[in-house]
């Protein structure tokens, strides 16, 4: 039987000792969190688990042998380098730390103490997303020409991060998932327009990625939105598929869509013919995404196998955000340098 703890009881927290509590071979034994109020609302979850406000009881206890870190991205950091230091599993919530060099030192304990580290990447395990990789490996899609992706809704606004560290780690962790090829250059814009009390963090953000193959990815991330849109375009030289998160009935749907170049270039015939076949639409596996996710965890543990979202793979999207963080500062900085140029060359003319 292993044995998890789970540290934080906030949004995410209830989830994850719900979906833990389903593993076989598995039982949640306890639960910390710094407010007793978050600790009464989950005790109906299991009325076995022992419930504490001392994170570190967890970290030290003998008895359990795995623990679910889901605290504010600023703590990842520290409670699982804890953990791993203490011979203890770790699943950490994403994304699994705010810099590189974090999550490249978590990785490196978690070799030296031979421990599981696992990221919650949560989409990865939903079944709509393991039917998009195995269309794509397939080849079925042909050569990928580019990634479209459109995540966005009203709020919910974080005092701690940006839209960017909020938002673009389920994106990215689908991309570095389905394509599986090197960023080779990232490009980012954001906008501030929430302002309130000293905070000011980007709710709006765009964001541009070169992949080593040539394809062109886009994220388009905002707390801003009217609506809720959860979606993604991969357009290849085949087919071309759109996976919507939030259409149940039709989360993936494969478009027999394209151009074709005709080998005859006859210059009074067209270059380019456009191609419209059939959609098709399959058959996704509806069992939640978490779930999987905390069975993988397990599983891992029990067999000592990596999982699919280990810290690799973690750190490849801290990689992406980090990248994108440096370009929206960059612009930051270059657009207030224009600004206050262009204001002394007005005071000049004033003065002149």
């Known amino acids: 039987m292993v044995n998890i703890g789970v540290i934080g009881c906030g949004y995410w927290g209830p989830n994850l000792i719900r979906n833990m509590s389903k593993v076989t071979d598995c039982r949640v034994v306890a639960v910390a969190d710094q407010r007793i109020e978050r600790l009464e609302a989950v005790k109906s979850l299991n009325p076995g688990m022992r419930l504490t406000m001392s994170a570190r009881e967890l970290v030290e206890s003998e008895s359990i042998d795995g623990i679910v870190i889901a605290t504010p991205i600023s703590t990842h950091f520290e409670i699982a380098k804890a953990c791993l230091t203490n011979g203890k599993h770790v699943l950490i919530e994403k994304p699994i730390t705010t810099t590189v060099a974090d999550a490249r030192e978590l990785i490196h304990l978690a070799h030296e103490n031979e421990r599981v580290l696992m990221v919650d990447h949560t989409f990865i395990y ?75 963090q980007e709710s709006i953000a765009y964001v541009n990625v070169e992949l080593e193959g040539g394809a062109l990815a886009h994220f388009h991330l905002n707390w801003l939105s009217p609506v809720k849109l959860r979606r993604t ?120």
């Not at 992706?149 to 962790?173: I, K, M």
């Not at 598929?241 to 478009?255: A, T």
């Not at 905390?294 to 029990?302: G, L, M, N, T």
Request: hydrophobic share 35%.
């Open 126 to 200: 939903s079944g709509a997303v393991r039917k998009l990789r195995q269309i794509i490996d397939s080849g079925e899609l042909g050569e990928i020409y580019y990634y479209d992706s459109v995540r966005l809704n009203l709020g919910l606004f974080q005092p701690d991060v940006n839209v960017l560290w909020d938002l673009a780690p389920h994106d990215f962790s689908l991309l570095t998932y389905l394509l599986n090829e090197k960023p080779v250059h990232v490009d980012a814009l954001g906008s501030s327009p929430v302002r309130w009390k000293g905070w000011k």
């Open 233 to 352: 375009l991969i357009g290849g030289s085949r087919r071309m598929v759109i996976y919507d998160h939030l259409d149940s009935d039709n989360q993936v749907k494969i478009f027999d869509k394209g151009v074709d170049i005709p080998e005859d270039r006859d210059r009074y015939k067209a270059l380019v013919q456009y191609r419209s076949g059939d959609l098709l639409i399959p058959k996704i596996d509806q069992t939640e995404a978490l779930e999987g996710a905390c069975k993988h965890f397990v599983h891992c543990i029990r067999t000592g196998e990596t999982p699919i979202t280990d810290g690799y793979a973690g750190l490849r999207v801290v990689e992406l955000l980090e990248a994108a963080e440096r370009s929206i500062a960059a612009r930051s900085i270059k657009d207030a340098r224009q600004e206050k140029e262009e204001n002394e060359w007005t005071f000049q003319q004033a003065s002149a």
